[in-house]
């Protein structure tokens, strides 16, 4: 994590954790939402993040940049773009046009599916999963199990936010997690 | 205004851009060639060229706030932001921002949808662009432009990878122009 030791952290992550706003109660009661639509307004911050995961997978021959919908899509191009590797979008079901490959995962009540294009990644490639938060885990868990029944290399998930207490890290089936900040999940 | 009248004619990157969307037939429903920019993402020249080409036209116009619609308008809009300096704005579905929100209806062929906006995202005065990856009827880009008017905004221009030809007649939308990169292509060339 960008930030697990105080006085290594680097500098930038501070001013990227305040600028995260906390809503109470959203989207029910006893949550507390990390809402990075402010750190998108910040422009020093936003670039920031940016920066912080391309200076760490720029040399890493990635070839795939896999974003979950929809928050993943705005921090998982820019990366993309800047190390050089294509963005695949996981999204909601019924959403991408073409054949697709579909994964279900556990809801706190019932389930919900990730998909991805078909032909959209080839076997052998090194992967990134990103998305702005872990929680549970469950989406980015599906989102490597998508990526790994096509021979994908998933090289480590990257987030913004972990909430630690949920213990999402332990739901990715043994792949690494970088993250920037933690935060309080209830 | 499509790129190629306005300073870009002859521009190869517009045909190799234009290639690399594929067109999906019959999707969502029969009779539409859905043209799919996911094929786009997966060319990096492709996708680093339609972003190089907005942040080339809207560096030096001062703006502060790109807007994008939600989904595919996250996935140009916020490299948009990035490449020019401004904050990124999401125009989201309903319920899906959490904190205090203006919302804008629009009309859908049947029935209506609507688009949110977080309160104090944006501040009066400012000069916004609009992105989505698309644009045919209009509607879902004018609720938006309607949405940042209201919160105060400038709107500059909308911005579009792809705009069906009716709108190179009628290139302003609400009084707003609309910048777009490439014609809807009827038969898949690539792919």
């Known amino acids: 994590m960008a930030s697990k030791d105080s006085k290594d952290q680097d500098p930038r992550i501070a001013k990227i954790s305040s600028a995260i706003r906390i809503i109470p109660d959203f989207p029910k009661p006893g949550i507390m939402f990390q809402d990075i639509t402010t750190l998108l307004l910040d422009t020093k911050a936003f670039k920031d993040t940016i920066d912080l995961f391309v200076e760490r997978y720029r040399d890493q021959n990635i070839s795939v940049v896999a974003g979950v919908e929809a928050r993943g899509f705005i921090f998982g191009p820019p990366i993309a773009l800047a190390i050089g590797a294509k963005f695949v979008p996981m999204r909601k079901p019924k959403k991408l046009p073409g054949e697709v490959i579909s994964e279900e995962y556990s809801l706190e009540y019932g389930t919900d599916k990730i998909e991805m294009h078909v032909g959209a990644v080839q076997p052998g490639e090194r992967a990134l999963v990103i998305d702005d938060l872990i929680a549970t885990g469950g989406t980015l868990c599906a989102a490597i199990k998508l990526l790994e029944r096509v021979g994908v290399n ?17 739901k990715l089936g043994g792949k690494s997690l970088f993250i920037l900040v933690e935060g309080e999940g209830a | 205004m499509f790129a190629e009248e306005n300073g870009l004619k002859g521009d190869p990157r517009l045909q190799h851009i234009s290639q ?29 060229d339609t972003v190089d080409i907005f942040v080339d036209r809207y560096r030096d116009m001062h703006i502060s706030v790109v807007a994008g619609i939600e989904a595919r308008g996250f996935v140009f809009g916020s490299s948009v932001a990035l490449g020019i300096g401004a904050k990124f704005v999401p125009l989201r579905k309903p319920r899906k ?95």
């Open chain 1, 154 to 170: 998933v090289v480590e998930c990257a987030c913004v936010i972990e909430l630690p207490e949920l213990k999402g890290r332990e």
């Open chain 2, 20 to 48: 690399s969307i594929r067109v999906v037939p019959h999707f969502p429903k029969n009779g539409i060639m859905f043209q799919d920019i996911t094929t786009l993402l997966l060319d990096h020249k492709a996708f680093k």
């Open chain 2, 97 to 191: 921002l959490p904190g205090e929100v203006i919302f804008e209806k629009y009309s859908l062929e049947y029935g209506t949808d609507c688009l949110e906006l977080h309160v104090g995202a944006v501040q009066p005065g400012e000069r916004a662009i609009v992105i989505d990856d698309l644009v045919a009827t209009g509607g879902t880009l004018s609720a938006g432009i309607r949405l940042l008017e209201r919160a105060g905004a400038e709107v500059v221009e909308c911005a579009c990878v792809i705009g069906v030809p009716e709108v190179k007649g009628r290139c302003k939308l609400l009084g707003k122009p609309l910048y777009v990169l490439v014609e809807p292509r009827q038969v898949d060339q690539c792919f």
